[in-house]
């Protein structure tokens, strides 16, 4: 079936670095598209999410860009901090299939003091 | 403003035993949400509820089951327990039945459920 998959399982940044996580989806017809950041012992918090009308949507040291064409998926973090390392998901949801989501399998983020 | 709630945190359960999970949404949340999260795959989607009826369902069998009472909290009940069913359960809830676009889903802290 169709599912959304992460090229990196883990990814190690330096603290102050910025870090990249990136994401592809297969369902083409998906119109929204969330990140969700996931610590340990705990539930899924959202970062940020982005609709299929816009490529690029920003929040407080996050932004998320889509790239239709291609079916790719990106959240950029500024100045990585400690407090960032976690494991995070991408998601998408397509209107038809009645607001589920279908998740990524995480990428795990470690920040180096 | 308090987030969606979930209980218990943990429960421990033996095969072909019952469990009901239960959660509470974000104040003014008319939908929710279950998903399991088993170790080391990503969330799937269980069920969702919208002013109390079931509007879509996952790839579970039937023992997995569920309902969304009055006060737009939740159950989740899982039957004839399988090793298989430990995992985390998550509860979302958004503001209500999307129509034009889809609703933000914000998460519970979950229920670790060990069937032994």
């Known amino acids: 079936g169709e599912s959304v998959g992460l090229h990196l399982p883990t990814l190690s940044v330096q603290e102050g670095d910025n870090s990249i996580i990136n994401c592809a989806y297969s369902n083409s017809a998906s119109d929204y598209f969330i990140w969700y950041k996931q610590e340990s012992g705990k539930g899924p918090q959202f970062i940020i999410d982005?609709?299929?009308?816009?490529d690029k949507r920003q929040g407080q040291r996050v932004t998320v860009l889509l790239n239709k064409t291609v079916k790719h998926l990106s959240l950029q973090i500024a100045a990585t901090q400690p407090g960032d390392s976690a494991v995070y998901f991408c998601?998408?949801?397509?209107?038809?299939?009645?607001?589920?989501?279908?998740f990524g399998a995480g990428t795990i983020l470690r920040v180096k003091s | 403003e308090a987030g969606v709630t979930q209980s218990p945190t943990h429960l421990i359960k033996t095969r072909g035993q019952q469990a009901t999970l239960r959660c509470s949404p974000i104040s003014g949340h008319t939908s929710v949400y279950w998903y399991q999260q088993a170790l080391g795959l990503g969330l799937q989607f269980l069920l969702w509820?919208?002013?109390?009826?079931?509007?879509n369902r996952g790839n579970f069998p039937p023992r997995f089951s569920g309902r969304q009472f009055p006060n737009y909290s939740s159950e989740l009940n899982v039957n004839a327990l399988e090793l298989e069913d430990s995992a985390l359960y998550l509860c979302a809830s958004s503001a209500g039945l999307a129509v034009t676009a889809q609703e933000t889903q914000y998460f519970g802290p979950g229920t670790r459920l060990l069937v032994l």
């Open positions: 509820y919208d002013e109390g009826e079931e509007r």
């Open positions: 998601a998408e949801g397509d209107l038809e299939y009645g607001n589920k989501l279908v």
């Open positions: 982005i609709r299929s009308n816009m």
